[in-house]
């Protein structure tokens, strides 16, 4: 950037503060990307919000399966189609006197807005599920540990740590965490010393990405629950976490250094893989 374009953003800026709006609430806005009118806002009556705002999208954020937060960061409330005007906050009441064009009223911008539509988060939840490793109804869990367990079960005593999702942050139920799926991408238990493996049945975790029912924990566990899973930092790539709130029995044991043999919850070897005929 030259300092002449240095100068133009810095008075561009200026002018902004000038034009500000305290009784709209209004605030600028940095673009990573150019705005996209996707619909308007009427004759809102919204404190700090009142009045006409164009429906508009920064094309320079990617959509992602977080589609919440997708809402806050990407969707905003402009007085210009351009996104040069004032910007206002996401009040929960604005929504009501949204109307969409045509061309994304059923679109990821749409359910970002409004939220999904049922049969949308049950097609992700059948996906969420699909990730996870099963024997049968009962899904196969790992949980990494650099501690040796002896006494054959794998008890919960863990808060939320910045690995959760997002949901469980100010929830201190204590759980523990185990890998659903294969190859998750846990950096802090990249070398973690002893593997151990558990059996929970399926119909007693509940989505908690997708969170069809909007619970909470407490109704998650009063609901018949033990169990929840979601994708590590909400990205599917990731892997598959499932966080339980009993304890498990361990079923086997494998230690990473010398993963072919595989003990029994009291460290009896019951298989060497070299040894297999």
Same mark, same amino acid.
């Given at each position: 950037?030259?300092?002449? @374009?240095?100068?133009?953003?810095?008075?561009?800026?200026?002018?902004f503060l000038n034009e500000y709006?305290?009784?709209?609430?209004?605030?600028?806005?940095?673009?990573?990307?150019?705005?996209? +009118?996707?619909?308007?806002?009427?004759?809102?009556?919204?404190?700090?919000?009142?009045?006409?705002?164009?429906?508009?999208?920064?094309?320079?954020?990617?959509?992602?399966?977080?589609?919440?937060?997708?809402?806050?960061?990407?969707?905003? *409330?402009?007085?210009e189609k351009d996104g040069s005007?004032?910007?206002?906050?996401? &009040?929960?009441?604005?929504?009501?006197?949204?109307?969409?064009?045509?061309?994304?009223?059923?679109?990821?911008?749409?359910?970002?807005? *409004?939220?999904?539509?049922?049969?949308?988060?049950?097609?992700?939840?059948?996906?969420? *599920?699909?990730?996870?490793?099963?024997?049968? @109804?009962?899904?196969?869990?790992?949980?990494?540990?650099?501690?040796?367990?002896?006494?054959?079960?794998?008890?919960?005593?863990?808060?939320?740590?910045?690995? !959760?999702?997002?949901?469980?942050?100010?929830?201190?139920?204590?759980?523990?965490?185990?890998?659903? !799926?294969?190859?998750?991408?846990?950096? !802090?238990?990249?070398?973690?010393?002893?593997?151990?493996?558990?059996?929970?049945?399926?119909?007693?975790?509940? @989505?908690?990405?997708?969170?069809?029912?909007?619970?909470?924990?407490?109704?998650?566990?009063?609901?018949?629950? =033990?169990?929840?899973?979601?994708?590590?930092?909400?990205?599917?790539?990731?892997? =598959?976490?499932?966080?339980?709130?009993?304890?498990?029995?361990?079923?086997?044991?494998? +230690?990473?250094? @010398?993963?072919?043999?595989? &003990?029994?919850?009291?460290?009896?070897?019951?298989?060497?893989?070299?040894?297999?005929?």
């Open positions: 950037m030259t300092k002449e @374009d240095l100068k133009e953003a810095t008075l561009k800026k200026f002018n709006n305290v009784s709209k609430g209004g605030q600028l806005n940095e673009w990573r990307g150019t705005p996209l +009118v996707i619909g308007h806002v009427k004759n809102s009556n919204v404190q700090y919000a009142t009045g006409d705002y164009y429906v508009l999208v920064d094309v320079g954020i990617p959509q992602t399966d977080n589609i919440e937060d997708y809402y806050y960061d990407a969707i905003h *409330f402009n007085t005007g004032i910007n206002v906050g996401h &009040y929960p009441a604005l929504k009501n006197f949204i109307t969409l064009l045509p061309e994304y009223e059923n679109s990821y911008y749409a359910h970002a807005i *409004f939220g999904e539509p049922e049969d949308v988060k049950q097609v992700k939840s059948d996906e969420l *599920f699909a990730t996870i490793q099963k024997d049968g @109804d009962m899904a196969i869990l790992t949980h990494n540990s650099g501690n040796r367990i002896t006494n054959g079960v794998i008890k919960i005593g863990m808060t939320p740590n910045p690995y !959760s999702k997002s949901d469980f942050m100010g929830d201190s139920t204590p759980r523990s965490y185990f890998w659903g !799926s294969r190859g998750g991408k846990d950096i !802090s238990n990249a070398h973690a010393t002893y593997i151990y493996t558990c059996e929970l049945p399926l119909d007693k975790i509940y @989505d908690i990405q997708n969170n069809i029912n909007n619970w909470s924990t407490k109704q998650v566990l009063s609901n018949g629950y =033990t169990a929840v899973a979601y994708y590590m930092n909400n990205i599917k790539g990731n892997g =598959t976490v499932v966080a339980s709130y009993k304890d498990i029995p361990i079923t086997t044991i494998q +230690v990473a250094m @010398d993963s072919s043999k595989i &003990y029994d919850a009291n460290w009896n070897l019951i298989r060497d893989e070299l040894k297999r005929d």
